[in-house]
């Protein structure tokens, strides 16, 4: 049973930075919403009855081709754009370096305002190229596993920030249309985002929420929300709320099977136990028009991936339309545990098969260059705990 400051509400004390730039500078068209563009669009003297027009023409510039300039915007007048230029930036983050794994995953470093960086990542596959986005600078789960759970959170992303990764990584891909050519010209070489980088998207959920909205619309990036997954180890309260106000696929860190485990493997699952996370998993896929939720399930030698622990799993999530992700330990500087033998992890994905249920392993992508699942930290936020300190910390 939940104790009463498990059901106390969330709060959004987590600092983000406004929209303006420093000391009432040019507004970033980059995150806002239709009707936040429209808005500004209207504040900066844009007339009432041309604003819807201008939001359209504008975001056709911005979101489906990828202009940043003002003056390429050739369907306004030059007074206009000349107007918007003084008024308005189209901003995004700035690319501080981007390496490239042996396997062709990509990982970039990001600079936000404040001088903060993230980690963002693109992973080619044959059917698909998938982004992983990150949410937060930071984060404040403390995870023991996760490598990002070992760096302090500095302050929660705008929504220009995160839709901003998915722009820079367009470029980097040459994936917007050149003058001249349709939308659709380039093949779509970004064609699905996770947002399971560095963060809580749930504890984020204002800006997460605006910024997919961005992403999905039809006459900008136009990503259908099938194709967008957000992971949450599992904010309880605001996942009926993602069901409603986003809509997309949802993944659960779930990673343990009794509470003891998971308590030392996932702290929050303190404030949401089990039970309490798994009633709350079994409305989403009704709520959100989903075909099912996807458990993450990190291997860890001699922790959690007993059969024991496989046939409780099946158990636990009997009734919910799922897979469950085996991820093979991605092990970083200082982690306090150990990748499962293979041999384990297959008979583990065994009987969750057998059981009925999709268990694919995950192959580990871009571990060279840091870059797997669990191994974000940002270099200038890098301050590395020693593997004794992180165990002490988590009582494994």
């Not at 059901?7 to 930075?17: E, L, R, S």
């Not at 010209?185 to 910024?211: K, T």
């Not at 959690?304 to 799993?313: E, I, K, P, V």
Request: some cysteine.
């Amino acid at each position: 049973m939940s104790t009463p400051e498990a059901k106390a509400p969330i709060t959004q004390d987590v600092m983000t930075v406004p929209r303006k730039l420093p000391e009432g500078g040019p507004v970033n068209i980059v995150g806002l919403t239709r009707d936040a563009l429209r808005d500004a669009l209207i504040a900066a003297g844009t007339p009432e009855k041309q604003a819807k027009m201008r939001v359209g023409q504008i975001w056709q510039w911005v979101y489906q081709k990828g202009v940043r300039d003002f003056d390429a915007m050739t369907n306004l007048a030059k007074t206009y754009r000349a107007e918007l230029a003084e008024k308005f930036v189209i901003s995004v983050p700035e690319v501080v370096s981007r390496q490239v794994s042996a396997d062709g995953t990509r990982k970039y470093l990001v600079r936000i305002a404040g001088g903060h960086e993230v980690e963002v990542v693109y992973i080619p596959e044959e059917d698909r190229g998938t982004l992983c986005i990150s949410s937060q600078v930071g984060c404040t789960l403390t995870c023991s596993f996760c490598h990002t759970g070992t760096q302090k959170l500095v302050r929660n992303l705008t929504a220009g920030e995160i839709v901003g990764q998915i722009m820079v990584a367009r470029d980097d891909l040459g994936e917007w249309p050149e003058p001249g050519e349709g939308s659709d010209a380039r093949p779509r070489l970004l064609s699905n985002i996770v947002l399971m980088g560095m963060g809580e998207p749930l504890y984020n959920f204002e800006n997460v929420r605006d910024a997919m909205r961005i992403a999905m619309d039809g006459e900008g990036i136009s990503l259908s929300r099938r194709r967008i997954t957000l992971s949450t180890s599992g904010v309880v309260p605001e996942i009926a709320r993602t069901a409603e106000e986003i809509g997309c696929l949802l993944a659960v860190s779930f990673h343990a099977t009794t509470d003891e485990i998971r308590d030392r493997l996932v702290p929050i699952n303190k404030r949401w136990p089990i039970a309490e996370l798994l009633e709350s998993l079994r409305a989403y896929p009704k709520l959100s028009n989903s075909e099912r939720i996807t458990f993450e399930y990190v291997m860890l030698k001699g922790v959690n991936d007993s059969d024991d622990d496989a046939r409780r799993l099946v158990r636990l999530i009997a009734g919910i339309p799922a897979k469950i992700n085996l991820i093979p330990f991605n092990e970083w500087p200082g982690a306090p545990y150990e990748r499962s033998d293979w041999e384990r992890i297959e008979r583990f994905a065994d009987i969750v098969y057998k059981a009925g249920y999709a268990s694919p392993i995950r192959t580990p992508r871009g571990e060279d260059i840091m870059a797997a699942c669990g191994q974000l930290k940002s270099a200038t936020e890098r301050a590395r705990k020693s593997r004794a300190e992180i165990a002490a910390e988590t009582g494994l």
